[in-house]
């Protein structure tokens, strides 16, 4: 028998064991080894029942994604299924860590489940692009009701065990995996209970549901196309019979598994996980233990920062130097909590917890006991540098000082304490209570366990930590300031705001920059942009014009009801403006630009190709580890749609010479700014991808 599954025998019960590290994926030999060990099962005599569960820390976590694409190997899985289904035994599931997709449909086919209390289960597989492809489309409904089913199998959630007990996925939870299991199947034996098959169940829905659900959810499942193949799948369990909807599933699975939009979200979910791994840091580097941190600025970043540690229950000290500035930034983080708790989505209980770990002070004197400083106060490198002097003398020993600087040398930063070591850059995004990414900027001298503990306290407080090298904007902002500009160039050159937004909205971006720079406000980038006009190369083509002159009539944006749009009170719908149009306009004839007429291809060209060449400078100076690292990046920190699997694998599935022939064409029309990447023109040059500069 394969070695991957293990058979044994309990008295009248056979045990079959998948020990499939690290998660008991159903690759090929998983798939021949539960095949014979129920045929083995089937035929002994002297078995009654058999119980199935995983071994090591979880039960079955789905197909093995690695071999989507491969050439068929093994036993298929539908084959499998059929026959645990059709056994004449009763086969029970035992359920511990995670039954997923088809892990979950592998345990659907059982004739019951047993699950200990702290295990879960779900069907993932639209996070990957795909639907579940052995059946759950169609017995899952069967189980939870099509409403039910609807809402589990478009996102994708994992259900915890004891609420999986109550909507009926699993029937019985117990506290001891083995025993517990044994004794149900044996229970189950004695009672003469059926051979529940879950085909079997009717699957009910009411008129013009599917219908609702698909309106209800076009605008999130936007630019995905699995979310809308689980609805079809679901539809056909309601009103197909169950040999038909099956085959109706396994169409559309072959739809789905082909697909660009699965490409790409399977290189997220592998993307997701490869960013936690750095070279020269193994992972096995010491971590310091984060018990304690100190907040350095109460504004909005630091208090949305400081949310992240209170959320999971680490104390912070709010360190100000004025106790009003420590008054308001408590009034806000406390004003955050209660609009949660007004959702519902936080009791009250919970809110209270978690203000009470704040503690507040004026004197840098207090922060002795923090493991982790973070300093969030005004982008100032003189500042910066006088509180890192301040951090330096209060800190205890070994306690890391982070930075969460957007654009300053972490290396000049740190050059003001006397432990150079300890000091890197932790640049949050806002609203940094809610935004998953978290760059970790690594100084040059940052020791290998600074470097671990900032990536492992982001990921404790649920943010995906990404490690980028010291440089001016680091990798997100950098690259921003590349896809924010151009806009401003395809205003000037025949674009109009609401041409450039619709395009980036319809490729998948929640919004397009200039709807963006009305949320974020205009003003701050007019200051910066006043500030540099002195240093500014005369040679620079300045893309500021249009927005200068907008931000001159007082337009910042939404909180002054007009920017490059006009809002209405209290709606967030942005208006075209003819008075910013007439602005646009006027400056293309200042500057001698004959407008253009754009169409959508080449406005998400001239706006998003940006990101791929500075994305491809960013590679080659090292301040990205991979090319994935950049798209795990952009799709966290700034929107960029997952089903494109982020602007790298983006360039890479339209073909990097093809980018590239329109970057030369991009430079020759519009200058400098467009030099290819020298990383760019080797790649291609080779015949290689991003891709393969990772597998590399
Ligand atoms: C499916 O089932 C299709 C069917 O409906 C139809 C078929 C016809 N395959 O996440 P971790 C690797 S689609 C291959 O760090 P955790 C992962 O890459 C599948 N490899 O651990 C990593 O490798 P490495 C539906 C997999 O404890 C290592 O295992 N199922 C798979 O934080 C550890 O993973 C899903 O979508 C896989 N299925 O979380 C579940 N899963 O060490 C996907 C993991 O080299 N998996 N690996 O980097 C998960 O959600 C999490 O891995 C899990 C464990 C919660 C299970």
């Avoid at 056994?87 to 088809?102: D, E, M, N, P, Q």
């Avoid at 500035?325 to 609009?339: K, P, V």
């Avoid at 760059?439 to 020791?447: A, C, I, L, P, W």
């Avoid at 300031?481 to 000037?492: I, K, R, S, V």
Wanted: proline share 5%; hydrophobic share 40%.
């Amino acid at each position: 028998m394969s070695d991957a599954v293990d058979f044994t025998k309990r008295g009248a019960i056979g045990v079959i064991t998948v020990n499939s590290p690290p998660v008991n994926a159903l690759s090929a030999a998983v798939r021949d080894g539960l095949g014979e060990a129920f045929e083995k099962g089937q035929a002994d005599p002297e078995i009654k029942a058999m119980v199935l569960l995983g071994g090591g820390r979880t039960f079955i976590a789905g197909a093995d994604i690695r071999e989507f694409g491969q050439p068929p190997k093994g036993r298929p899985f539908h084959d499998v299924l059929k026959g645990m289904e059709a056994s004449s035994k009763i086969i029970v599931a035992a359920i511990h860590g995670t039954a997923l997709g088809g892990g979950l449909e592998t345990a659907l086919c059982c004739h019951y489940r047993f699950a200990v209390p702290n295990s879960m289960v779900g069907l993932p597989e639209v996070k990957l692009g795909l639907l579940p492809g052995a059946g759950g489309t169609q017995r899952l409904p069967r189980l939870v009701g099509v409403p039910k089913a609807l809402d589990l199998i478009t996102s994708g959630d994992f259900v915890p065990a004891p609420q999986a007990l109550e909507l009926g996925i699993v029937d019985e939870v117990g506290d001891d995996l083995l025993e517990g299991a044994v004794a149900f199947a044996e229970k189950l034996v004695a009672d003469g209970a059926p051979l529940r098959k879950v085909r079997d169940l009717p699957c009910d829905a009411e008129d013009g549901v599917f219908e609702a659900y698909r309106k209800a959810n076009a605008r999130k499942f936007r630019g995905f196309l699995a979310p809308w193949k689980c609805i079809d799948c679901i539809e056909a369990a309601a009103t197909l019979p169950f040999d038909d909807g099956m085959a109706r599933e396994r169409e559309l699975f072959g739809d789905c598994v082909v697909s660009p939009e699965s490409a790409a979200q399977r290189h997220v979910f592998f993307a997701e996980r490869e960013v936690a791994k750095i070279p020269d840091v193994p992972k096995d580097t010491a971590q310091k233990e984060i018990k304690q941190v100190a907040m350095i600025g109460a504004g909005t970043m630091g208090g949305g920062i400081a949310m992240n540690f209170a959320n999971a229950g680490i104390p912070v000290l709010m360190v100000e130097v004025a106790q009003e500035n420590l008054d308001r930034g408590m009034a806000i983080i406390e004003r955050n909590y209660q609009n949660t708790v007004n959702k519902g989505r936080l009791s009250q209980d919970k809110m209270d917890q978690r203000m009470a770990l704040f503690s507040t002070t004026t004197d840098f004197a207090d922060i002795g006991d923090a493991d982790l400083v973070i300093e969030a106060v005004f982008e100032k490198m003189e500042l910066k540098k006088e509180i890192f002097a301040k951090l330096d003398a209060h800190a205890k020993p070994g306690a890391v000082l982070a930075s969460n600087t957007s654009t300053l040398s972490i290396d000049e930063i740190a050059s003001a304490t006397k432990r150079p070591e300890s000091v890197i850059g932790m640049h949050f995004f806002s609203p940094a209570n809610v935004m998953r990414l978290l760059e970790v900027v690594r100084g040059g001298k940052s020791s290998p366990e600074t470097i671990a503990t900032a990536m492992g306290i982001g990921r404790k407080v649920g943010k995906i930590s990404v490690l980028v090298g010291n440089c001016f904007g680091f990798v997100g902002n950098r690259m921003l300031h590349g896809y924010t500009g151009e806009g401003t160039f395809l205003l000037e050159s025949g674009a109009l705001p609401q041409q450039v937004d619709g395009a980036i909205y319809n490729f998948g971006l929640a919004m397009g920059p200039f709807a963006m720079g009305d949320m974020a406000g205009l003003d701050v980038g007019w200051l910066v942009r006043k500030a540099r006009a002195a240093d500014r190369p005369s040679n620079e083509e300045y893309g500021g014009t249009i927005p200068d002159r907008i931000c001159e009539l007082g337009r910042f944006g939404q909180k002054t009801t007009g920017g490059y749009y006009d809002y209405k009170e209290g709606d967030r719908t942005p208006i075209p403006n003819g008075e910013v149009q007439a602005i646009i306009e006027q400056v293309s004839k200042e500057k001698n630009i004959a407008r253009t007429d754009y169409d959508d291809e080449e406005i998400i060209k001239r706006a998003l190709y940006p990101l791929v060449n500075i994305g491809a400078q960013i590679l080659d100076e090292g301040m990205a580890m991979r090319p994935s690292d950049i798209d795990i990046i952009y799709i966290n920190g700034y929107g960029f749609p997952a089903h494109k699997g982020g602007p790298m694998h983006w360039a890479d599935a339209i073909g990097l010479d093809k980018v590239l022939a329109d970057i030369k064409r991009f430079h020759a029309e519009n200058g400098e700014r467009w030099r290819p990447a020298p990383l760019l023109e080797k790649l291609v040059a080779e015949g290689k991808s991003f891709a393969d500069l990772q597998a590399g």
